[in-house]
């Protein structure tokens, strides 16, 4: 059979002409042949339905008329499906239209028309006559058509409404709960879902029945559980060697890339490569380009890695620009990969924005993949100071998916390559500005005593509790909690230290200059956010004697605490203003307001406490590290609620730091 090795890039670009006396064209009958060919065979995508389709011979004939008269392909496809069709639509017919509507969408750039050729077939289907073949049908449709010329969601109705139709057929079950799963995993389902519904399905499927699809659906499992259970629970696919279809190198190319073996992946890749047809659904293509990607990148060694990592990223970025809403973040992370792959200064920031489109379109897993490439180049270039925070943000967003397997591994992995920044390094972290990696680090070390409060607490109230309570044994537990107590308040008072640091880069820098750095930092993230940022900068002449890093960290929190809150606006623009303003002799005032929710009067009192936090993932520490910053340059922050909604931040600080954050010789001078 002839496969072929390089996808295509699928279009819903302006249908071709319906004009059956256009010139021949030998590429394109030979391609269409080629796709007759390939429905006719075994392995495809429908692969239940290939005899089916084999069986129909009046759509065959019309079809091998419409070569032998060499008329323009992809309009004579349509031509005769609607020829079939209304010659009485046989059940195969209808699944056939589908199959050759996607066909001619990706060989005839005819998106539109293969879409309404689709619809009109699934209407048909699901008419009662048609009943026998209406899940086929709609599947088809699903996963080759609307998944790639609409919102990958509505292809995952579309694919609900066939597996609920095709409920009582044990052939199509395990092909079914793939695809199914595979779209959903796209869309960002929580993955004990997906497990859930894996492990049911095959558990229906009849003992016996077992075929490609189940070895696929076994692989799909087994890499679910390995992410969901762990610890290195193997990825393994279960899938025999001579089974071996696209969909199972896929499933051994990621359970590959995530145990860490790049040579299997990379072998898997290459077999994959070859079986990649312009029938391969979108939700399999996917993660085959994104997986491509990431695993080219551990070969930048090998010669022409790279152009081949870009060509995965290319796909992914057409894909993003169709399907923005489930290919984007792929795209981003690929760009990020090969920025990374190459040595490009952007690759970080790169990352960042993966990690940013993923959690907004709600993909924990892909931004859990952008956390950790992240991790790695900060592990690759000795950058020890952010590590951890970004180590911190790949865990939590596995946690968030239910990966509690990949953290436990991930965990034992770099427990082996401990990153323990020093104290100096935390303060370079905190000046880089990257989104709150200080106080992730700083959480992550308050974590662990905290963790053991609580286990010494559930210790303590079984010693009490027992018939005979033992207190000796209560007494020595409360003893720990004191220890773990005091360990977590010197980690917050370092903190605080940290912030005071004598002599810390105190400088003179004009301030609206410093402000609007922060606010081009944080634009992109405000755009994806939809957020508008207004800034009022009143002070362009002012110059301010403080630490210029500190500051612009305060204003970092703000801001990014300003964007959170916003994130459950969506009854009116979202907007944050930043101001500096006089606000006396010398005295400069700066202002963060934003239009959300605000801040309830219960915890207005509490907010600048260490490690108080209202959201599921805080960590507390934003607003505390941000007024002692700033009472050490002794200033003060305060909030008040904005009208008629939001919060409001203003942070007074002196024109000229006191002496703390002032260096020892510019004090004397001034003294
Ligand atoms: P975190 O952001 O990790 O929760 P912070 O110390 O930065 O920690 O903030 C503490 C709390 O203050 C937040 O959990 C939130 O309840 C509240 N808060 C801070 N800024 C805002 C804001 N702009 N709008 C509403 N609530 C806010």
Redesign the pocket.
């Known amino acids: 059979m002839n496969r072929t090795t390089v996808p295509n890039e699928p279009a819903c670009a302006p249908p071709a002409p319906l004009d059956a006396g256009a010139a021949a064209s030998e590429p394109h009958i030979a391609a269409c042949r080629r796709a007759w060919q390939l429905l006719c065979a075994a392995g495809m995508p429908t692969l239940a339905d290939a005899p089916v389709l084999a069986a129909d011979p009046l759509l065959a004939d019309a079809l091998q008329d419409a070569f032998n008269a060499g008329r323009l392909p992809g309009a004579l496809i349509e031509a005769e499906i609607r020829r079939a069709l209304l010659d009485g639509p046989r059940d195969a017919t209808l699944l056939a239209a589908v199959l050759l509507a996607a066909v001619a969408l990706d060989r005839f750039r005819g998106g539109r028309r293969a879409m309404l050729l689709a619809d009109a077939c699934a209407v048909r289907a699901r008419h009662d006559d048609a009943r026998a073949v209406a899940g086929a049908v709609l599947r088809a449709h699903a996963t080759l058509i609307l998944s790639r010329c609409a919102p990958l969601r509505e292809a995952a109705l579309l694919q609900a409404e066939a597996c609920r139709l095709e409920a009582g057929r044990p052939d199509t079950l395990a092909r079914n709960a793939v695809l199914w799963t595979g779209v959903r995993l796209l869309c960002g389902a929580p993955l004990a879902e997906l497990l859930h519904y894996a492990d049911a399905i095959r558990q229906s499927v009849p003992f016996g029945n077992v075929s490609v699809a189940t070895s696929q659906l076994d692989s799909r499992i087994a890499l679910f559980r390995a992410l969901a259970d762990g610890p290195r629970t193997p990825y393994l696919p279960t899938v025999p060697a001579d089974a071996m279809q696209f969909g199972c190198w896929l499933g051994s190319l990621q359970a590959a890339w995530l145990r860490g073996d790049t040579g299997a992946a990379r072998a898997a890749l290459a077999a994959a490569r070859q079986l990649v047809t312009p029938l391969t659904p979108p939700c399999e293509l996917l993660p085959y380009h994104l997986f491509g990607a990431l695993t080219l990148a551990r070969l930048d060694h090998v010669p022409g890695a790279t152009a081949a990592l870009r060509v995965h990223r290319r796909a992914l970025q057409a894909w993003a620009r169709r399907a923005s809403d489930v290919a984007g973040a792929m795209a981003l992370l690929a760009l990020a990969v090969e920025q990374d792959a190459v040595g490009a200064g952007r690759a970080l920031t790169a990352y960042e924005r993966a990690a940013a489109q993923a959690q907004s379109a709600g993909q924990a897993w892909i931004a859990a993949l952008a956390w950790e490439g992240a991790a790695g180049l900060c592990a690759r270039n000795g950058l020890a100071g952010a590590l951890p925070g970004y180590r911190k943000l790949a865990l939590n967003a596995w946690r968030d998916w239910g990966a509690h397997g990949r953290v436990r591994d991930l965990m034992q992995a770099w427990d082996a390559t401990p990153a323990a920044p020093d104290h100096d390094q935390q303060t370079r972290a905190a000046r880089a500005g990257t989104v709150g990696e200080l106080?992730i680090t700083i959480a992550h070390e308050v974590n662990q005593p905290l963790a053991a409060i609580l286990l010494h607490a559930a210790a303590a109230r079984r010693w009490l509790r027992r018939g005979q309570p033992d207190t000796t044994r209560a007494l020595e537990a409360l003893e720990q909690i004191t220890a773990c107590g005091r360990q977590a308040g010197d980690i917050v008072r370092s903190v605080r230290g940290l912030a005071r640091r004598e002599g810390e880069a105190a400088s003179m820098f004009a301030l609206d200059t410093a402000v609007g750095e922060v606010a081009q930092l944080l634009r992109a993230l405000m755009v994806r956010q939809n957020v508008q940022l207004e800034t009022r900068l009143l002070l362009p002449e002012r110059q301010i004697h403080a630490s210029r890093a500190q500051i612009q960290q305060v204003l970092i929190?703000?801001l990014?605490?300003?964007i959170?809150?916003l994130a459950c606006v969506s009854d009116r623009p979202r907007r944050i203003v930043l101001e500096s303003v006089p606000a006396g002799p010398a005295l400069v005032e700066l202002r963060v307001r934003?239009n959300?929710?605000?801040?309830a009067p219960a915890?207005r009192e509490r907010?600048?406490d260490a490690l108080?936090?209202?959201?599921p993932h805080?960590?507390?520490?934003?607003?505390?590290i941000s007024r002692a910053i700033v009472e050490a340059h002794g200033g003060r922050i305060e909030y008040t609620a904005a009208e008629p909604h939001?919060?409001l931040?203003r942070v007074v600080l002196p024109v000229r730091s006191i002496a703390s954050v002032v260096p020892p010789s510019e004090s004397r001078d001034h003294a």
Do not use: H, Q, R, W
Request: avoid cysteine; hydrophobic fraction near 35%; proline fraction near 3%.
């Open positions: 106080g929190n703000l990014l605490n300003a959170e809150a934003d959300g929710p605000g801040i915890d907010i600048f108080y936090s209202t959201k805080g960590t507390g520490v934003g607003l505390s939001g919060a931040f």
